[in-house]
């Protein structure tokens, strides 16, 4: 529901970068700082300080939905540091040129023109990408390429790939736009295939034109929704004197889909299945029964492993993302340490 409220947040401030509606002060607010700013003169550190700030709140329609949007994304990191520095960075990045211009004297200030609003929907574009990225967490893959080739091909023909006419950087900017017409409906087809992806959005084609001479690749993990179940078949691995590790997955854990794809994928991990029983919490319907799973163990959520010994004890917890390397090195040494 959070990132449901952060999504509709993120694509309600870029509204206000395409012109349906503008965030700014009130108006009897900016006429009296106006005023204030066009009675400061220059020269003390303090009044330029003043005059700067009091600037920034005029423009604040020009930086408001960005600035949402920066602060709204660090929000869902809570990570002070990371917020901290994307600010001290944003800071910088609207500083320099004001700073570069001061210097040059405004002898290379852009001339005034399309190119303005042109660059103010591409921030449009970049905070509803924002949005369809907190959304894709929680949806399924197949949707979450729809939505990212709905956005791609639109802002592709907005920007007029078959426009007649162009000249100079109006011929790049259409090579741009029929590239990101031609990715926007790959994508959207690999959605269609049932083979939703955006790095390899035509690589159903090959799976296709290889499928009479390859079998489909059972996954390492035994994915299990309901909590009894999986007590089951961890009482059935102890039985057979195997160990387990117990994966916490859900469709909404970007972690989890990422050692998905690039960690649990590995075929060379078939060999310890002999040894190791697999199995997978789905943890994306979050049900009471498994939030009492989850609070036996002390743990948080996914991304979590959990190690348990052939005699079905508790031996290691590993909680955050993995690579490959250090997946096999803990498989490795759990059964070392037996």
């Not at 790939?161 to 990101?180: D, H, N, R, V």
């Not at 991304?303 to 508790?314: A, R």
């Amino acid at each position: 529901m959070v990132l449901v409220s952060f999504s509709v947040l993120f694509v309600l401030l870029s509204l206000s970068m395409f012109g349906f509606y503008e965030l700014q002060l009130p108006m009897f607010i900016r006429d009296r700082l106006d005023k204030l700013s066009q009675r400061s003169v220059g020269g003390p550190y303090l009044g330029v300080g003043i005059m700067g700030a009091v600037s920034a709140l005029i423009v604040s329609p020009c930086v408001s939905a960005p600035l949402a949007g920066a602060l709204i994304y660090i929000s869902t990191t809570g990570d002070a540091v990371l917020g901290g520095s994307v600010l001290f960075v944003m800071s910088l990045g609207m500083g320099m040129p004001l700073l570069l211009v001061g210097l040059g004297g405004g002898k290379y200030l852009p001339k005034a023109g399309m190119w303005m609003m042109q660059v103010k929907a591409a921030f449009g574009v970049i905070l509803l990408g924002v949005a369809v990225a907190l959304v894709s967490r929680i949806v399924s893959d197949t949707v979450s390429v729809y939505l990212w080739a709905l956005l791609i091909i639109v802002y592709a023909i907005h920007l007029a790939p078959f426009e007649s006419g162009g000249i100079g950087w109006g011929k790049t900017k259409q090579g741009i736009a029929f590239a990101l017409l031609l990715y926007g409906v790959a994508i959207f087809s690999s959605g269609l295939a049932g083979k939703p992806s955006l790095e390899k959005p035509l690589g159903y084609v090959s799976s296709v034109s290889n499928s009479g001479m390859a079998t489909e690749e059972q996954p390492l993990f035994d994915r299990i929704k309901d909590v009894e179940t999986l007590k089951n078949a961890m009482q059935k691995a102890k039985a057979n004197g195997k160990v387990v590790v117990l994966d916490m997955y859900a469709d909404w854990c970007t972690a989890c889909l990422a050692m998905e794809e690039d960690v649990f994928s590995n075929g060379n991990l078939k060999i310890y299945s002999n040894k190791i029983s697999f199995l997978q919490l789905d943890l994306t319907e979050n049900t009471s029964a498994q939030q009492a799973f989850l609070s036996k163990y002390g743990v948080f959520g996914p991304p979590t492993l959990l190690f348990f010994s052939s005699h079905g004890d508790l031996i290691n917890v590993r909680q955050g993302e993995m690579d490959l390397a250090q997946f096999n090195s803990v498989l490795q040494s759990t059964l070392a340490n037996l």
